[in-house]
């Protein structure tokens, strides 16, 4: 009995406050986003969604954008340094924008059909710890592989694919800027790890 007359008492207490603040809001134009003094018992920690959610937003882009340059092998420059680094603002605009709407969020934990969705992905990443990629050729993206495969063949073997000489393709990479001198060299040794100078290469020998 003495337990239910507290929690009563509790709830009458926020009430009393929530009706504060609709008064206060009423007369001054108050948003939920504002410093406004809260019920006891209430977590004092507010995160305002005028800046978790466009966090979200802008840091969702920024993941977006990047995440599919890279999937396709065309990020250039930052794109892999921008997207592994600017990633915790994804985590933390995510994080903020779920603290600011916990209610919402705490209800989908009840709803069937939400969990088993969350639950696909939380069995994916699992799956990703354990399952080892490929090192003998096999598997991956064809488009990728068939990629290396050109760039790490010799300019001699290469150039009969792009219907030239040797010779003739290798003064071509020469003319666009590639410090090379013999044939028998490969792309890959020529452009080093960097996608942007790889894709220019494969300009050069297929144009």
Do not use: C
């Amino acid at each position: 009995m003495r337990q239910k007359a507290h929690e009563l008492e509790l709830a009458q207490t926020r009430q009393a406050w929530l009706n504060k603040r609709a008064t206060i809001a009423s007369h001054t134009g108050w948003t939920s986003t504002n410093t406004v003094p809260l019920p006891p018992g209430t977590n004092t920690m507010q995160i305002s969604r005028d800046w978790a959610t466009p966090l979200t937003i802008g840091a969702f882009i920024l993941m977006a954008t990047t995440g599919i340059l890279m999937f396709f092998h065309a990020d250039m420059g930052l794109n892999k340094e921008v997207h592994e680094w600017l990633g915790w603002a994804m985590v933390a605009g995510v994080g903020a924008h779920a603290v600011a709407n916990v209610s919402s969020f705490k209800r989908y934990f009840a709803k069937p059909a939400a969990l088993a969705i969350m639950a696909v992905f939380v069995l994916i990443l699992a799956a990703s710890f354990f399952i080892q990629e490929d090192k003998g050729g096999k598997g991956g993206n064809p488009g990728r592989r068939a990629t290396m495969a050109v760039l790490n063949a010799p300019i001699s073997d290469i150039a009969p694919l792009a219907h030239q000489t040797p010779q003739a393709l290798l003064a071509e990479l020469q003319k666009a800027g590639f410090v090379i001198e013999s044939p028998n060299q490969s792309l890959i040794s020529v452009t080093g790890p960097e996608q942007a100078n790889q894709f220019k290469a494969l300009a050069v020998v297929f144009r």
